[in-house]
């Protein structure tokens, strides 16, 4: 089995320990990744938690992990482009994604997760059957991926262009003609 901090189905009631961990964990969370590639089984969201990470000491460092478990709906509304008077040169950090506010509840099948940060951020709703969260040491990501788990936080790893620029140059005009 996994190793997890928290592994507690939360389908239909929480307890106040459940809350607990999800307000340590989302009141200062920054989304530095999202994998898809097990999607027909959960979607993880990989999180940089400054708040919640005191608690595992500073040679941990830990990134959370998120799995939500048989997802039923995945909504995501980007408000980035929405006009704001008193911003006049556009969002301050368009790349960085805050998460300070979350909400659940339970929905039939499962629960309902609810999370978003600041008006600009995007604000993400996720419908599964039950979640659970885990931590990864900070150092894996690190040698992975040098310097990316420092502020400011963006996703960890570049897109696939960008891998594939780093490595062969500009791909993208490249054609294949064999």
């Known amino acids: 089995g996994r190793s997890s901090i928290y592994s507690r189905q939360l389908a239909r009631v929480m307890s106040q320990e459940d809350m607990t961990l999800f307000e340590w964990l989302f009141e200062d969370a920054y989304l530095v990744d999202v994998d898809l590639s097990s999607?027909?089984?959960h979607i993880a969201l990989y999180l940089v938690a400054p708040h919640a990470a005191e608690r595992y000491g500073k040679e941990l460092r830990p990134l959370f992990i998120v799995e939500f478990l048989r997802v039923r709906s995945w909504d995501c509304a980007f408000h980035h482009l929405d006009p704001d008077p008193a911003d006049e040169d556009g969002p301050r950090h368009p790349i960085m994604w805050r998460i300070e506010h979350f909400a659940v509840q339970p929905v039939a099948?499962?629960?309902?997760?609810?999370c978003w940060g600041r008006a600009e951020h995007p604000r993400m709703t996720i419908v599964c059957e039950r979640m659970m969260?885990?931590?990864m040491p900070?150092?894996?990501?690190?040698?992975?991926f040098p310097g990316r788990l420092k502020p400011p936080y963006r996703f960890i790893r570049p897109g696939l262009d960008e891998l594939a620029r780093d490595h062969w140059g500009d791909v993208s005009s490249q054609s294949d003609r064999s």
Request: aromatic share 10%; hydrophobic share 40%.
């Open 39 to 41: 999607w027909t089984e």
């Open 109 to 114: 099948g499962g629960l309902q997760f609810a």
């Open 133 to 135: 969260i885990r931590v």
């Open 138 to 144: 900070g150092q894996i990501p690190e040698r992975l």
